[in-house]
T-cell receptor, first 114, second 110 residues
Framework: DSGVTQTPKHLITATGQRVTLRCSPR?????VYWYQQSLDQGLQFLIQ???????AKGNILERFSAQQFPDLHSELNLSSLELGDSALYFC?????????????FGPGTRLTVL | GENVEQHPSTLSVQEGDSAVIKCTYS??????FPWYKQELGKRPQLIID?????GEKKDQRIAVTLNKTAKHFSLHITETQPEDSAVYFC?????????FGAGTRLTVKP
């Protein structure tokens, strides 16, 4: 157990819908990262937050947005869902901003868009 | 932006043999290079990392080497065991984000 929690574990929805994925970082970690992993694919970096502020953006679609709240939990919002958005979404946390410390991954949320 | 290429995509070795996975990166600003292991259906877990001011790092059967001039780094696993079977990802960090390679599926045959 990494100490990072993600809910829900599984999510099945239809095209065009909107969903929210939630992540709670390890106690003491200020950085939260979101990644997308499609079937048999690598990890695509989406976005990073540090202490409530957006710090880095990767390959995140305009239909996706995220935020980090004062209690440091983070949410990833996916809207106008398409079949291709089906993937495993991981959240990771680390203690620092620069990222020289280990990123601890949560168990992931498996999103299926039908 | 940073582009990380990883080879091979699949690797099969006999138990006890060594395995080598290679990655190249494009952004000379990258200064941190972690390796993650992901077992089937599980989360990625860090197995070793190296910073740009170090050329080599070893942890028991695992070692990583970094060549900054050539912009490549490698993971070496010696005396492989069946439990080493997993997907391995290299990554490079040019700034606040992290760019991962496409992964190598390692199979260790008993």
């Amino acid at each position: 157990d990494s100490g990072v929690t993600q809910t829900p574990k599984h999510l099945i929805t239809a095209t065009g819908q909107r969903v929210t994925l939630r992540c709670s970082p390890r106690s003491g970690d200020l950085s939260v990262y979101w990644y997308q992993q499609s079937l048999d694919q690598g990890l695509q970096f989406l976005i990073q937050y540090y202490n409530g502020e957006e710090r880095a953006k990767g390959n995140i679609l305009e239909r996706f947005s995220a935020q980090q709240f004062p209690d440091l939990h983070s949410e990833l919002n996916l809207s106008s869902l398409e079949l291709g958005d089906s993937a495993l979404y991981f959240c990771a946390s680390s203690v620092d901003l620069a990222g020289y410390n280990e990123q601890f991954f949560g168990p992931g949320t498996r999103l299926t868009v039908l | 932006g940073e582009n990380v290429e990883q080879h091979p995509s699949t690797l099969s070795v006999q138990e006890g043999d060594s395995a080598v996975i290679k990655c190249t990166y494009s952004d000379s600003a990258s200064n941190y290079f972690p390796w993650y292991k992901q077992e089937l259906g599980k989360r990625p877990q860090l197995i070793i990392d190296i910073r740009s001011n170090v050329g080599e790092k070893k942890d028991q059967r695992i070692a990583v080497t970094l060549n900054k001039t050539a912009k490549h780094f490698s993971l070496h696993i010696t005396e492989t065991q069946p439990e080493d079977s997993a997907v391995y990802f290299c990554a490079a960090r040019p700034g606040h984000d992290m760019r991962f390679g496409a992964g190598t599926r390692l199979t260790v045959k008993p």
